[in-house]
């Protein structure tokens, strides 16, 4: 409790989480491909990207929900005995990530990007998220406030007096939870030899919470 101009107040805070199914699955991943020369990789990883892409549009992802992140083409070079670094190959790349809504299934959706990209084809990872937070984060903010209410309430009655009105609420911004990313399951050799089969997605659970902090008067 403090006392500003006379006034006496107490300020707490409060915390709400409210849970919800994922309707969203966001997915990234990349084409690598490696040739002698520049064209010959640029070419090979254009055909890799376009196959990738008509099994994502085949499964029912839209174009609107799919996205170039990058392109690049490098040298590939070993260190020889001579102390001289020599050309291999050349490696192009470029990422792509994907926006998979409800009605689409994300097992089979990334299974059949693995089989149109063949060992071309890179998962960088997966996260579950809501489409349209707005609702739940409402839902969040109403939990957090009755939270700070009810402590406040118990602080007021303990010292033997009451709340009075609201003087100020301040939300506490804060990175959200990071969603469940499973690209490290995506990167391992299980992963990597059942890539021609579609490995379960289970859609779990997601929390979008809010945190406030209140000042009441006290009377």
Known sequence: MSSTGHQASTTTFGHGVVRAIPDLIRVTLSVE???????????????????????????????????????SVRTETVYTDNGRNQVVGYLASTGLSLSLREGTDPAETVAAAVRAGGDDVRLGGLTRTVADPGPLLEQARDAAFDDAKAKAAQYAARAGVSLGPVVQITEDTAPPARAYDISAEMDSPMFTARANSSVPVVPGETEVSADVRVTWTLA
């Open 33 to 71: 491909s490696r040739a002698e020369t520049v064209s010959a990789a640029y070419g090979r990883a254009g055909d890799r990207v376009g196959a990738v892409v008509a099994a994502l549009r085949a499964a029912g992802v839209r174009d609107a929900d799919m996205a170039t992140s990058g392109l």
